[in-house]
């Protein structure tokens, strides 16, 4: 068993009005040192051991888990399942 | 400027509607090896610097960024702004 972790943002240059709203919300919070904000997407995926995982990750992610016109994205393996 | 990573997700024992279906639809898309899947929010901050981030960072989570009662959050502090 493994525990993916992936990571989805933005890509650079794309408009992300839901972090500048995240920004804007703690300006006003009382946190002015807060200059800029981006909003992605984190997921934890519990896989079954397999030959290529990487592959089946990039796949999964080219077919449902991310945008990649406007999106880019990380993972992490990391052995067993999650606590 | 520092970049604070913060990942949010929801409790162990919190039922994760669309972690089930990003699992079920995996499934369906030829990915049997994914035994279970849980969706959160994932974000990037700049701050300017300040005497006592953790704090603030606290602060942010607890007031705006997530919810206390069913999510919990992690972060890491980088040096510099996002490349």
């Known amino acids: 068993m493994k525990t993916v972790k992936i990571f989805i943002t933005l890509k650079h240059g ?5 972090g500048k709203a995240v920004q804007e919300s703690l300006n006003k ?3 002015p040192e807060v200059k800029g ?5 984190y ?3 519990q896989l079954d051991d ?7 990750i990039k796949e ?4 449902l888990l991310a945008n990649p016109v ?3 994205y990380q993972y992490t393996i990391e052995e067993g399942a999650v606590q």
Chains 1, 2 share one sequence.
């Open 70 to 72: 406007i999106e880019d």
């Open 29 to 31: 919070l009382g946190f």
């Open 43 to 45: 997921m934890e995926l």
């Open 50 to 56: 397999h030959a290529d995982i990487d592959q089946q």
């Open 37 to 41: 904000a981006r909003v992605g997407k």
């Open 60 to 63: 999964m992610c080219a077919k």
């Open 14 to 18: 794309v408009l992300d009005p839901q």
